[in-house]
């Protein structure tokens, strides 16, 4: 018994950080993946042990199920119906079920994923012996939402496992989920999303659920419909950052200057709403497409300076920033920023020349740009054969 999932990533448009203290955002499904394949062993295989490959990483966990059933009593017969959150004390019990995994140091931010993966598995499928592969597209840990696709993939392949998902086996390839398992699988990757981000607004596990393009405030979602192709392209800087440590950052800021940060979250919604109503405003009933887009460009800036204010900006972003903005280019960090990617907007008319010097340039500083589509399918299962 095998079955696949993939969950996009995502970029936020605008009100990273903001979302997190009650402000809108504006976020797109990008076509980059997390593949999630969950396989149940037959009697003849005589496996009783929970195994994670995360395959990228060349890593390999395993966990004799009765040592999960010793540390973790009470999960027999799990209800997937209700996402449960993970306790402080169940918390500490998933760290030492990681921690005698020796996971090598370079590699130790993975340590609250694999927590993360025991908590959703445990919660969801019980004390089931398994073997679950992960292979990802998103680079890890640079704004692009790759915990949240985890989540979101790995809670898809659990849960297409109970009786409280309906696959319907007559459609072949990629094969969404119903709106009501949507909601179902979104509540338990955002338990997951606390386990690795801390504080999570939920924007990150969302989008990767549902796809497309969303405004996002207060943990619900309202669906936009765009009317302008938007092309940015994705620049890596490629400085490993922690969203975890920086959202707490910006929580401690907020702390210290409660007032003035109130009014830099005010200052992001505005922001964030007034994106929103740009997008999908007709075209040509208001504004042509090159306003649009210098109207976007603007924003992108305001909410860049938002952002430095609230302490999430880096060196190598400044360096995007500027290189970008030599070629009359607007750039935002997207994410937790800290390092990670920036968003720079290519609007429609740009010349392709322009857009290669741009590339070129950006490379040239050790940097990494490519383009993605933006706006697809949310979370999807796969049926049939191979994909
Ligand atoms: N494919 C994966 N396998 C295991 N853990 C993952 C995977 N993708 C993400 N994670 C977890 O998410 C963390 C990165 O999340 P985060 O700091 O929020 O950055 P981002 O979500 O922007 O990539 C990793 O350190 C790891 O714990
Ligand atoms: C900074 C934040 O707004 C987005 C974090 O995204 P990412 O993990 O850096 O991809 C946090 C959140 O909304 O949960
Ligand atoms: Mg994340």
Same mark, same amino acid.
């Given at each position: 018994?095998?079955?696949?999932?993939?969950?996009?990533?995502?970029?936020?448009?605008?009100?990273?950080?903001?979302?997190?203290?009650?402000?809108?955002?504006?976020?797109?499904?990008?076509?980059?993946?997390?593949?999630? $394949?969950?396989?149940?062993? $037959?009697?003849?295989?005589?496996?009783?042990?929970?195994?994670?490959?995360?395959?990228?990483?060349?890593?390999?966990?395993?966990?004799?199920?009765?040592?999960?059933?010793?540390?973790?009593?009470?999960?027999?017969?799990?209800?997937?119906?209700?996402? $449960?959150?993970?306790?402080?004390?169940?918390?500490?019990?998933?760290?030492? &079920?990681?921690?005698? #995994?020796?996971?090598?140091?370079?590699?130790? $931010?993975?340590?609250?994923?694999?927590?993360?993966?025991?908590?959703?598995?445990?919660?969801?499928?019980?004390?089931?012996?398994?073997?679950?592969?992960?292979?990802?597209?998103?680079?890890?840990?640079?704004?692009?939402?790759?915990?949240?696709?985890?989540?979101?993939?790995?809670?898809?392949? *659990?849960?297409?496992?109970?009786?409280?998902?309906?696959?319907?086996?007559?459609? #072949?390839?990629?094969?969404?989920?119903?709106?009501?398992?949507?909601?179902?699988?979104?509540?338990?990757?955002?338990?997951?999303?606390?386990?690795?981000?801390?504080?999570?607004?939920?924007?990150?596990?969302?989008?990767?659920?549902?796809?497309? *393009?969303?405004?996002?405030?207060?943990?619900?979602?309202?669906?936009?419909?765009?009317?302008?192709?938007?092309?940015? &392209?994705?620049? %890596?800087?490629?400085?490993?950052? %922690?969203?975890?440590?920086?959202?707490?950052?910006?929580?401690?800021?907020?702390?210290?200057?409660? %007032?003035?940060?109130?009014?830099?979250?005010?200052?992001?919604?505005?922001?964030?709403?007034?994106?929103?109503?740009?997008?999908?405003?007709?075209?040509?009933?208001?504004?042509?497409?090159?306003?649009?887009?210098?109207?976007?460009?603007?924003?992108?800036?305001?909410?860049?300076?938002? &952002? #430095?204010?609230?302490?999430?900006?880096?060196?190598?972003?400044?360096?995007?920033?500027?290189?970008?903005?030599?070629?009359?280019?607007?750039?935002?960090?997207?994410?937790?920023?800290?390092?990670?990617?920036?968003?720079?907007?290519?609007? %429609?008319? *740009?010349?392709?020349?322009?857009?290669?010097?741009?590339?070129?340039?950006?490379?040239?500083?050790?940097?990494?740009?490519?383009?993605?589509?933006?706006?697809?399918?949310?979370?999807?299962?796969?049926?049939?054969?191979?994909?």
């Amino acid at each position: 018994m095998e079955v696949k999932a993939r969950a996009p990533g995502k970029i936020i448009l605008s009100g990273e950080h903001a979302v997190v203290h009650g402000s809108t955002a504006v976020a797109a499904s990008i076509d980059l993946y997390t593949y999630v $394949t969950l396989r149940f062993p $037959t009697p003849s295989d005589d496996d009783d042990n929970l195994k994670l490959q995360l395959k990228d990483m060349a890593l390999e966990f395993s966990w004799p199920i009765g040592r999960i059933k010793e540390e973790l009593p009470g999960l027999g017969c799990p209800d997937s119906s209700i996402a $449960t959150s993970c306790s402080i004390e169940a918390a500490k019990v998933l760290a030492a &079920l990681v921690e005698e #995994q020796n996971i090598p140091e370079a590699k130790i $931010t993975l340590a609250s994923g694999v927590s993360a993966f025991l908590w959703l598995y445990t919660s969801i499928q019980g004390y089931k012996p398994a073997t679950i592969v992960v292979t990802s597209e998103l680079p890890i840990g640079s704004g692009l939402g790759s915990s949240a696709a985890f989540c979101v993939a790995l809670s898809a392949a *659990l849960l297409a496992f109970s009786d409280l998902v309906k696959i319907d086996l007559s459609h #072949q390839g990629w094969v969404m989920f119903a709106e009501d398992e949507l909601d179902l699988l979104n509540k338990w990757a955002f338990e997951g999303e606390k386990i690795i981000h801390g504080r999570p607004s939920g924007i990150d596990n969302t989008v990767s659920t549902y796809g497309n *393009l969303i405004k996002f405030r207060s943990g619900s979602l309202t669906r936009i419909k765009s009317n302008l192709p938007l092309k940015m &392209l994705i620049t %890596n800087t490629k400085v490993g950052r %922690n969203t975890k440590a920086l959202v707490a950052g910006v929580s401690e800021r907020t702390l210290r200057h409660a %007032n003035a940060m109130s009014f830099v979250f005010n200052a992001v919604d505005s922001i964030s709403e007034e994106l929103a109503s740009i997008i999908q405003s007709p075209i040509g009933d208001d504004l042509s497409v090159p306003q649009k887009e210098e109207k976007i460009e603007e924003l992108m800036e305001m909410n860049q300076g938002l &952002l #430095q204010c609230m302490g999430v900006s880096h060196a190598s972003i400044e360096t995007v920033l500027r290189t970008t903005l030599k070629y009359k280019l607007a750039s935002k960090l997207t994410g937790a920023g800290g390092g990670g990617c920036v968003l720079t907007l290519l609007p %429609n008319l *740009l010349s392709g020349t322009i857009a290669d010097r741009v590339t070129s340039d950006l490379e040239s500083s050790g940097f990494q740009c490519f383009t993605a589509g933006i706006g697809g399918n949310g979370v999807e299962i796969y049926l049939g054969g191979s994909s």
